[in-house]
């Protein structure tokens, strides 16, 4: 079993794109979207356990240059198959 975190980033929009090429290729996300509404990019974290979403969201997310904010939500994993 998994731990699913779905990452809503506002970005810079001269930097959108570099962010969105940035993130695809980092290890721990496992799908990058682009979006329309209030933020502008939805990254798939999808890891082990529930101690190593931090990591990946400190560390390979919110580092990334042009990224304003972020908002995590992460998914009941036990609640997968009700």
Known sequence: MSIKAFVLIVVDPA???DVFTHLRGVQGISEVYQVMGPYDIVAVVDVPTLTDVPAVISR????VDGIEST????????AAGS
């Not at 390979?60 to 580092?63: C, E, L, V």
């Open 71 to 78: 908002t995590t939500c992460v998914t009941f994993p036990e």
């Open 15 to 17: 930097k959108t794109l």
């Open 60 to 63: 390979h997310i919110r580092a």
